[in-house]
């Protein structure tokens, strides 16, 4: 049985993590991703579902957090390729964090000179 769990959480969000313990009514999440399904139309004009994982804690530097366990309204199992897909995003992030200064912009703004 796999250690991580879908979260369907009151706010709408779904989040697929590992539930590391408990304390005083809140749980510890580690790395937990949002999932969003989306519909894609292929070239021979079928419908595709696709899911996409997005880190829920980004822009920050934390990859645990605590929630409340009542914004939990419930806990699923996720299937294997889900859980295959969570463990490589969880790789590709950590190779290549997605919000890298991929514009190549400086790193710190400098006034103009006069």
Sequence with gaps: MTPYRILKLRSGDDIITRIKGKQKGK?????PMQMNVTTQITPAGMRRDVLILRDWLDHTNESDTKIPEDWVATFLTPDTSTVDLYLKQ???DDLQPPY???AELPEQATPPQN
């Design 27 to 31: 749980l510890l999440i580690e790395r």
């Design 90 to 92: 969880k790789e590709a």
């Design 100 to 102: 890298d200064n991929t």
